[in-house]
């Protein structure tokens, strides 16, 4: 079953920045991870800012399915929230910045110096952050996030491959 239209789109763009982007960890050092893990879902503590409302289901249902595929790798086993060792949630950010490539120097009408931008474009840029999260404490134990500029791509089944990748290089840092 694929994800098809702009959601997977979307996931596409956030995620393929990921591909050149380095990925940044955090551990709390007061906390282990405990061995072997069981985890759930923080309930409620997923976000995606940026994302269309009409994307955000989609968007949820696949980072969901990547991050447990991925933990599963990890021999981490999901359970009820009640039981886990661990929660995990994700964060999806994503911005439009304005970027000035080139600027023309000119004597501005006050008769100081000015610079004109004339050539600019937009770029997206988006972040994909995977926490654990002590359950009782409600404390980050660990952190993962990647930050990349990226295009919006057109092929639905690259965006899941890309999509895949980065949420393995974000999870390869787990200890």
Same mark, same amino acid.
């Given at each position: 079953m694929k994800i098809i239209g702009s959601t997977c789109l979307f996931l596409l763009g956030i995620l393929s920045g990921? *591909? =050149?982007? &380095?990925?940044?960890?955090?551990?709390?050092? /007061?906390?282990?991870?405990p061995r072997p893990v069981t985890y759930a879902w923080d309930p409620g503590g997923n976000l995606a800012q940026g994302v269309s409302p009409q994307n955000r289901a989609a968007l949820q249902t696949e980072l969901f399915r990547t991050i447990n595929r991925e933990l599963d790798t990890k021999d981490?086993?999901?359970?009820?929230?009640?039981?886990?060792?661990v929660l995990v949630r994700y964060a999806v950010r994503a911005h439009t910045q304005r970027v000035v490539t *080139? =600027?023309? &120097?000119?004597?501005s009408s006050f008769?100081? /110096?000015?610079?004109?931008?004339?050539?600019e474009h937009?770029?997206?840029?988006?972040?994909?952050?995977i926490e654990v999260v002590h359950p009782e404490a409600r404390v980050v134990m660990w952190r993962g996030t990647a930050v990349g500029r990226f295009d919006q791509p057109t092929n639905p089944d690259r965006a899941a491959d890309?999509?895949?990748r980065a949420v393995r290089r974000i999870l390869n840092q787990l200890p």
């Open positions: 990921c *591909r =050149t982007a &380095e990925v940044q960890t955090f551990t709390d050092p /007061r906390f282990d991870i981490w086993t999901l359970v009820a929230a009640g039981s886990a060792d *080139r =600027t023309v &120097e000119g004597k008769g100081g /110096r000015s610079v004109v931008p004339v050539e937009t770029e997206r840029e988006g972040e994909l952050a890309i999509g895949s």
